[in-house]
């Protein structure tokens, strides 16, 4: 992952979401987990936040063996990106079953991202 130094609030795993400024760019290592329910013993959550600026896809793909009732999820749009918006969404669909958009932020040409609330069909009451 890449950090700026000073900013611990900024990272990416992509390196030119991280920062304007390259000199001050760290890496760290990460360790990724294969099996979330290995790891938290739950299979099913109530809600789901990702926020991984500009590695939506990456995640998306890599979930699996959970259910969720919502996915709150910050998606890049003026970063760099190895998806469209298309494919990352056909993907929720096809690994979490149908959905509906209960909340979407503004979508300007002068922010680099905006949040989306999805609410699936499938939910467990």
Do not use: C, Q, W
């Not at 030119?16 to 001050?24: I, Y």
């Not at 099996?35 to 979930?63: A, C, F, M, Q, W």
């Not at 918006?85 to 991202?113: Q, R, W």
């Amino acid at each position: 992952m890449y950090v700026e130094t000073g900013r611990s609030g900024t990272a990416s795993f992509i390196e030119e979401n991280a920062s304007d400024n390259k000199d001050l760019l760290n890496t760290i290592d990460i360790d990724m987990i294969n099996s979330i329910p290995s790891y938290t013993r739950r299979k099913h959550y109530d809600i789901v936040k990702i926020d991984v600026e500009g590695y939506e896809y990456n995640v998306i793909k890599t979930l699996k063996n959970i259910t969720m009732n919502y996915l709150f999820i910050e998606v890049s749009s003026g970063r760099s990106k190895n998806y469209l918006h298309s494919e990352l969404f056909a993907m929720i669909a096809k690994k979490f079953g149908a959905y509906d958009i209960v909340y979407s932020s503004t979508v300007s040409k002068y922010s680099n991202t905006y949040d989306i609330l999805l609410e699936f069909e499938n939910k467990v009451k």
